[in-house]
């Protein structure tokens, strides 16, 4: 018996070595040296340990309170418990910055929704990013789903699934956004898609087109991380919130909608831009500059 015990638990941390090395990306991989690859795996597995243990507790718990009460909890109790652990655990001091300018209260009509974009270079951004404590749901890609507890805390916080490459997934991925946006949800949405620690990519048109149809303002979102984020044994971290930018008005079909990005990426980027130099300098450990010289306005137009 113990020896089928140990087996399982064998096989359950090997599936969870498994689970933490698909959380690496390889643009995010050139930021450690091999020795730092123990501490990224360790992050990995501890991650998911701690959202097996909150999701299995909401699970019990939604049982008898309901699906909304699960769904809240969720998006609420264990990203941000699971957040505030991970990075203290792992990272240092976290600054949250521009709190007011996310939609607070929204899911009970107190405001309205709105489209939040933050930048992405890590998977550090998640934990930071459910550090702002609003009423909105996560768009991430299908296959984070697999990860043992941390698919599962996205499933029960209504995380809209995400399969790359595909246009009927990008659709039924916009419908789900019109879903939660409708019924009082932000969305928050990684424009550029996936990571990329060492490039700035060009944002995608989901998010404008989510913004313009349904006529919510777009939050604006800086996260900083150090270059010695996964290097050293504590960094400081800031993610911060800047005011809402209003869409501009449809001016035809859906498929030129898409076109009034021209207007408003330059003053999110002008936005994002002076916001990352600023903090850049209250980050003791950062060189990085998150917007190359060369390539801040040219693609996004």
């Given at each position: 018996?113990?020896?089928?015990?140990?087996?399982?638990?064998?096989?359950?941390?090997?599936?969870?070595l498994?689970?933490?090395?698909?959380?690496?990306?390889?643009?995010?991989?050139?930021?450690?040296h091999?020795?730092?690859?123990?501490?990224?795996?360790?992050?990995?597995?501890?991650?998911q340990?701690?959202?097996?243990?909150?999701?299995?507790?909401?699970?019990?718990?939604?049982?008898?309170?309901?699906?909304?009460?699960?769904?809240?909890?969720?998006?609420?109790?264990?990203?941000?418990?699971?957040?505030?652990?991970?990075?203290?655990?792992?990272?240092?001091?976290?600054?949250?910055?521009?709190?007011?300018?996310?939609?607070?209260?929204?899911i009970?009509?107190?405001?309205?929704?709105?489209?939040?974009?933050p930048?992405?270079?890590?998977?550090?951004?998640?934990?930071?990013?459910?550090?702002?404590?609003?009423?909105?749901?996560w768009?991430?890609?299908?296959?984070?789903f697999?990860?043992?507890?941390?698919?599962?805390?996205?499933?029960?916080?209504?995380?809209?699934?995400?399969?790359?490459?595909?246009?009927?997934?990008?659709?039924?991925?916009?419908?789900?956004?019109?879903?939660?946006?409708d019924?009082?949800?932000?969305?928050?949405?990684?424009?550029?898609g996936?990571?990329?620690?060492l490039?700035?990519?060009?944002?995608?048109?989901?998010?404008?087109?989510?913004?313009?149809e349904?006529?919510?303002?777009?939050?604006?979102?800086?996260?900083i991380?150090?270059?010695?984020?996964?290097?050293?044994?504590?960094?400081?971290?800031?993610?911060?919130?800047?005011?809402?930018?209003?869409?501009?008005?449809?001016?035809?079909?859906t498929?030129?909608?898409?076109?009034?990005?021209?207007?408003?990426?330059?003053?999110?980027?002008?936005?994002?831009?002076?916001?990352?130099?600023?903090?850049?300098?209250?980050?003791?450990?950062?060189?990085?500059?998150?917007?190359?010289?060369?390539?801040?306005?040219?693609?996004?137009?």
């Amino acid at each position: 018996m113990m020896m089928y015990l140990i087996a399982g638990l064998g096989a359950l941390m090997g599936f969870m070595l498994l689970g933490a090395a698909f959380m690496i990306d390889s643009q995010e991989s050139k930021q450690f040296h091999k020795r730092n690859v123990a501490k990224v795996l360790l992050f990995g597995v501890v991650w998911q340990i701690v959202a097996i243990c909150y999701a299995f507790t909401i699970y019990v718990a939604g049982f008898f309170r309901g699906l909304e009460w699960r769904r809240v909890a969720a998006s609420h109790c264990a990203a941000e418990g699971i957040s505030k652990l991970m990075t203290a655990l792992f990272f240092g001091e976290v600054v949250v910055e521009g709190l007011e300018h996310i939609p607070q209260g929204s899911i009970k009509g107190k405001c309205g929704p709105a489209i939040i974009a933050p930048n992405h270079s890590s998977m550090v951004d998640v934990l930071l990013c459910a550090m702002l404590a609003g009423d909105f749901t996560w768009v991430a890609k299908s296959t984070v789903f697999l990860v043992p507890g941390v698919g599962q805390c996205l499933y029960l916080a209504g995380t809209v699934p995400l399969s790359r490459g595909k246009k009927s997934s990008a659709m039924q991925m916009l419908e789900g956004c019109r879903k939660a946006l409708d019924d009082g949800w932000s969305v928050l949405i990684y424009p550029q898609g996936t990571r990329d620690r060492l490039s700035w990519r060009p944002w995608k048109y989901g998010a404008f087109k989510l913004a313009i149809e349904k006529q919510v303002p777009i939050v604006p979102v800086s996260i900083i991380l150090p270059d010695d984020t996964w290097t050293s044994g504590s960094c400081k971290l800031i993610i911060k919130a800047h005011p809402p930018v209003a869409p501009p008005k449809p001016v035809g079909p859906t498929e030129e909608m898409i076109l009034e990005r021209k207007e408003m990426s330059p003053e999110l980027w002008k936005k994002m831009d002076a916001a990352i130099q600023k903090m850049t300098k209250k980050v003791e450990s950062a060189s990085f500059s998150a917007f190359p010289k060369d390539h801040r306005f040219r693609k996004s137009e």
